[in-house]
């Protein structure tokens, strides 16, 4: 396991949330329903005193050593997760960054619909 400082946000409007299962009981969790995606977003990270941020859909589950592997790769000028096959950018299904990277592009965008805030997010 890393020593990190990490939270972990969860935009959802459901009542079961599989990711909860996954993620290391010593991880801050925030499970955000209100707004729109891109809002639960940004209010899920504003919520954060960590300065890592792992923002995951609801509806995933992995293992506790990827999910280590994937903090350790963060960097303060790096956007983690997994890629989108088609074009390369990182989806939003699982996303991790710095607080101040959050902070320096504007967070998400909030005027769009729904999954286009996380391409935005990673091309900014």
């Known amino acids: 396991m890393v020593d990190a400082d990490v939270e972990v946000v969860i935009p959802s409007i459901k009542d079961e949330i599989l990711t909860l299962d996954s993620i290391p009981e010593s991880v801050p969790s925030h499970v955000v329903s209100e707004g729109t995606l891109n809002e639960a977003r940004n209010d899920g990270v504003q919520q954060c005193d960590s300065e890592l941020i792992a923002i995951m859909d609801d509806d995933i589950a992995f293992s506790e050593p990827l999910f280590w592997d994937l903090i350790e790769m963060a960097a303060s000028d790096r956007l983690v997760g997994l890629a989108d096959p088609e074009f390369g ?7 991790i960054f710095h607080k101040s990277m959050w902070e320096e592009v504007g967070g998400f965008d909030e005027r769009l619909r729904s999954h286009n805030g996380d391409t935005d997010f990673a091309l900014r």
């Open 89 to 95: 950018f990182v989806l939003g299904r699982v996303m």
